[in-house]
């Protein structure tokens, strides 16, 4: 099976799944992270990938065995979940305005206020968790608003 496609129909146990769910969105962020970085396009192909969204209970291990481990801080699952949507935007911006593709489109003004818009809906939804301000600032947070 292809490492882009969903794993919910297959045999794995619900923690395995939610474990390749985190690893694919880990290397989605990080390929978003390196082309952006680098200048370069993205290598991961939405239009090829069919694997869910992250949500909060992708972070809970439910085996028998583990019971024992702290459950995931929130805010480190919420600067991820927040963290995986801003790439999401990042390849937009990223195959809009950079792409050889765009260099042949009239509506760079409408693909960047459409970028724009949604950085600033991005913005607008973090929770409070992970909203950096100056005077009370949580690491979590400026590590998350220095990629915005």
Not at 103 to 128: H, V, Y
Request: aromatic content about 8%.
């Amino acid at each position: 099976m292809p490492n882009h496609c969903s794993v919910e129909s297959t045999a794995l146990a619900k923690s395995d799944k939610r474990l390749c769910k985190r690893i694919w969105w880990t290397l989605f962020t990080r390929d978003r992270s390196v082309a952006v970085a680098m200048g370069r396009p993205c290598c991961i192909n939405t239009d090829d990938c069919d694997i869910d969204m992250l949500t909060e209970d992708d972070f809970i291990d439910e085996e028998a065995d583990r019971t024992s481990d702290p459950p995931p801080d929130p805010v480190h699952v919420q600067f991820f979940l927040n963290y995986i949507k801003l790439t999401e935007i990042m390849g937009l911006v990223l195959s809009q305005q950079y792409s050889v593709a765009s260099r042949g489109r009239r509506n760079n003004a409408l693909d960047l206020t459409a970028s724009d818009m949604a950085l600033a809906d991005w913005r607008q939804s973090c929770p409070k968790e992970i909203i950096w301000d100056k005077p009370g600032h949580h690491f979590w947070a400026a590590l998350l608003h220095v990629n915005y």
